[in-house]
């Protein structure tokens, strides 16, 4: 289940150019099966302020920075471990009014972080 946290930013300054990771729980804490054990699914993308432009997106790309990050701290990681069947093709959908520019790419996997 989804709640009204918006996550957390590598950074909180107004237009953040950085990471921003979203985490789902269901009971605003972790999820539990007999399988996985305490799990939680999240999402990432960048901000990014480039020029007059706000970007947000780039969720592969993001993915793979962050699952590195966390590769790079001594966690295990299996990068596109599960298939969500909800694979986004790179296009770019933008806003003229607003001065927002959304980039969309995703492969459909799930990348897995093994943290203890």
Request: charged share 20%; hydrophobic share 30%; glycine share 8%.
């Amino acid at each position: 289940m989804w709640n009204s946290d918006e996550g957390m930013r590598s950074n909180n300054t107004l237009h953040p150019n950085g990471t921003r990771i979203r985490m789902y729980a269901a009971n605003d804490s972790y999820m539990y099966n007999q399988t996985l054990g305490k799990y939680l699914i999240g999402s990432t993308h960048y901000d990014r302020l480039v020029g007059a432009w706000r970007e947000y997106g780039w969720s592969e790309t993001c993915e793979a920075d962050m699952a590195q990050t966390t590769r790079d701290k001594g966690c295990g990681m299996v990068e596109d471990a599960w298939c969500c069947y909800n694979d986004e093709p790179y296009r770019v959908q933008g806003n003229w009014e607003t001065l927002e520019m959304h980039i969309w790419e995703n492969n459909g996997c799930a990348t897995v972080a093994f943290v203890w």
